[in-house]
């Protein structure tokens, strides 16, 4: 009975990590990894309305990190236009954390060296951690 409780526990807990915002559940994977995490960017080499959401650091990298929490698919329009702005405010590794991303994303963004992040990554990261 008791193994049979803490299962159910800790299915729970999945569970409610799952309907947590990519946001938070972004800020518990990379302190845990540690990184050291800035919440508030505000760069003015970066367009307002494409500002990143997050910029994380450990020791020397420093990486900015764009976060769309969308409940779809996020294409490739999408990650060459985070790519144009992270090149022009001269980030070379940005991340990139979405629900889930097609294929023609997953390919541009490991040409360009892009990071992504799907929610079910993100979930992993944190467990084994």
Not at 8 to 33: C, D, W
Not at 75 to 83: H, M, P, Q
Not at 91 to 118: C, D, M, N, V, W
Request: proline content about 4%; overall charge positive.
């Amino acid at each position: 009975m008791k193994r049979f409780f803490s299962i159910h526990v800790n299915l729970s807990t999945v569970e409610g990590m799952n309907r947590q915002p990519l946001m938070k559940l972004a800020i518990q994977y990379f302190t845990r990894r540690g990184y050291t995490i800035d919440k508030n960017p505000n760069r003015s080499d970066m367009p307002s309305t494409k500002r990143c959401d997050l910029i994380v650091r450990r020791g020397s990298e420093v990486y900015p990190v764009w976060i769309k929490d969308w409940n779809r698919t996020i294409g490739v329009n999408v990650v060459i236009n985070i790519d144009k702005v992270a090149q022009s405010a001269g980030f070379t590794s940005p991340i990139l954390i979405a629900e889930k991303f097609s294929e023609h994303a997953k390919a541009y963004a490991s040409r360009r060296g892009i990071r992504l992040l799907a929610r079910t990554d993100i979930l992993k990261g944190i467990k084994a951690f």
